[in-house]
């Protein structure tokens, strides 16, 4: 088969015994270098991005997306006004809330948490709540028996389990003929969620209708859940939404809340990214040395190719391809073990918690409990090419330092 002698003797330099052995170690350390720097640039990138659709999926599905409240206070008739705003096509679902800060008490143990009063019907259209049961139902509260789901951490630090009954200290004062007490409630332990997030160690819910005795706002709700077809554009149309209804309502969307956190992992990936596309530039700079150095080991033979009738592009191209072709083998390689790291890593990571008896990363004090990891092909394709383009690039010199190579120069002690 026709091969041009470029190719040939680009690949031939590639295989062959060389009399310099420590060519041949950086030519391999080149490659493994940047094999490296490509599977930990894909392994870290899908761990962010891993991390990035547990926020939009657990946090996010238990967190409003927006929240209509009124400038005059609880709302009174909330039934016309939830019903008016699930007719816009954003709009998926809608659910009545109230809450309020509190602290449970059970047998000496105490923990603030955050109590949200709920209609569970229909708190399982706008949340993931109900998905997330691991004791009980969401459909246990009901209106006057004082149930309440407890968050799994909320649980764990209470030692509280089904049907015991917890006591919920208000931080508001009630004055009696006996002095002044906070304000108190027994309820009974109906459900248990867990989500894998800080959630499970600071969210409580009970009957709406309960939260407003408990609340002082009896037959009334504090405001609307609204659950957004694109939650990524629930600033925009819950704003438009709040001001098209009549009476003074505003909004509040999950970028307020929880805007901060998502942030956060966007400019870590960035800055994450950029940070091992650093590292696989230093393993390019290794082709850059082995070229250079197989130039010099092969002046000589490129003097003879120049005698025998080779341009200067024939001489480029040599070494242009044997660097690509480390280059390719090293992207290669590096997407390959990239893929493979990213679909177990989770496992991988699970299994030595278990087996050790550690967790490395706590839900109260990371917003999950686990490490994920969600493998982009967008994001292969960009480090492997992005990778590629530079070895590529790193070859132009040494390629050109060849090409001017003086015969006359070269074999004149020869």
């Known amino acids: 088969m026709y091969k041009p002698v470029s190719v040939y003797i680009g690949l031939r330099y590639l295989r062959a015994n060389r009399r310099n052995h420590f060519i041949s170690f950086i030519s ?10 490509v599977m930990v640039m894909i392994l870290v990138l899908s761990v962010l991005n891993g991390f990035h659709q547990e926020l939009r999926e657990r946090i996010l599905g238990m967190v409003p997306h927006s ?42 143990s105490v923990r603030g948490v955050m109590v949200n009063g709920i209609l569970p019907a229909a708190e399982a259209k706008v949340s993931i709540v109900d998905q997330h049961m691991v004791a009980g139902s969401i459909d246990a ?34 004055v009696s003929l006996g002095g002044v007490f906070p304000r108190m409630k027994r309820f009974t332990v109906v459900g248990i969620f867990s989500v894998g997030a800080e959630l499970d160690a600071s969210v409580t819910a009970i009957h709406i209708e309960d939260a407003g005795r408990v609340f002082g ?17 629930a600033p925009r149309t819950s704003h438009a939404l709040a001001a098209q209804l009549p009476g003074g309502y505003y909004s509040i ?43 010099v080991d092969k002046q000589a033979d490129i003097a003879v190719l120049k005698t025998l009738g080779a341009d200067q592009d024939t001489i480029m191209k040599i070494f ?35 087996f050790f008896g550690i967790q490395f990363l706590n839900a109260e004090v990371y917003f999950i409990s686990y490490l994920p990891s969600d493998l982009h092909t ?32 070269v074999l004149r002690y020869e």
């Open 28 to 37: 391999l350390t080149s490659i493994t270098g940047l094999t490296l720097g």
């Open 67 to 108: 929240i209509i409240k009124s400038y005059d206070g609880p709302i009174t008739h909330w039934q016309p006004l939830a019903q008016e705003l699930e007719k816009s096509p954003d709009v998926i679902a809608s659910a009545p809330y109230t809450s309020g800060q509190g602290m449970l008490s059970f047998q000496g």
């Open 141 to 174: 509260l009901k209106s006057g028996e004082f149930g309440i789901v407890l968050g799994d951490l909320v649980a764990r630090s209470l030692g509280a389990r089904m049907g015991d009954k917890i006591t919920l200290l208000l931080p508001e004062a009630s």
């Open 217 to 233: 706002i009896k037959g009334q709700v504090e405001g609307i859940r609204l659950k957004f077809v694109d939650l990524f554009e």
């Open 253 to 295: 969307d999950w970028t307020r809340t929880q805007g901060n956190l998502f942030q956060a992992i966007q400019l870590e990936k960035r800055m994450l990214g950029l940070l091992m596309l650093i590292i696989v530039a230093v393993a390019v700079f290794n082709i850059v040395s082995s070229l250079v150095m197989l130039v």
């Open 320 to 354: 242009i391809i044997l660097g690509s072709t480390i280059g390719f083998l090293g992207c290669s390689l590096g997407a390959l073990m990239g893929i493979g790291a990213s679909l177990v890593v989770s496992d991988v990571v699970q299994a030595i918690e278990q």
């Open 378 to 409: 967008s994001d292969v394709l960009l480090v492997t090419g992005s990778a590629f383009v530079m070895s590529f690039i790193a070859t132009l010199y040494p390629a050109y330092s060849a090409s001017r190579t003086d015969p006359a120069e």
